[in-house]
């Protein structure tokens, strides 16, 4: 089962699903190529950072570069490969990548990057 799946296609020239945008950010956020802006959350406006965070995701898994994510494609493939491992692969230098805190699941006690909750990790939310 895939845990990020997107519905439309995420690119800068492209009218993005709300939905897939959200879901977008929290990925590359539990994945260190996303930093949460502090003072609005993860939210549905389009921003630099996120297809900046998707390019820099694609360099470093050695896929093609092109801020460009599609359903069922190799980026979003990629994404579902790195949080099914769940093993953050953080992206950039040390001064570049906020990292996220690392939470430890009170259901099945596996370490996560709590982008739904500090306490439950996604697959037991999704269970």
């Not at 050695?62 to 069922?72: E, H, N, Q, T, Y």
């Amino acid at each position: 089962m895939s845990w990020f799946k997107l519905k439309e296609p995420v690119g800068t020239n492209y009218r993005v699903d709300r939905t897939d945008l959200m879901n977008t950010k929290k990925a590359l956020n539990q994945l260190g190529y996303y930093n949460i802006p502090p003072h609005r959350g993860i939210d549905d406006w389009t921003d630099e950072a996120t297809f900046e965070g998707i390019k820099r995701f694609q360099k470093d898994n050695g896929l093609k570069v092109d801020a460009f994510m599609r359903p069922g494609g190799p980026t979003e493939t990629k994404v579902n490969q790195q949080i099914a491992a769940g093993e953050p692969q953080f992206g950039g230098t040390d001064d570049e990548v906020d990292r996220s805190p690392r939470y430890t699941c009170t259901v099945c006690g596996a370490k996560h990057g709590g982008v739904f909750s500090p306490t439950i990790c996604h697959n037991c939310i999704l269970k």
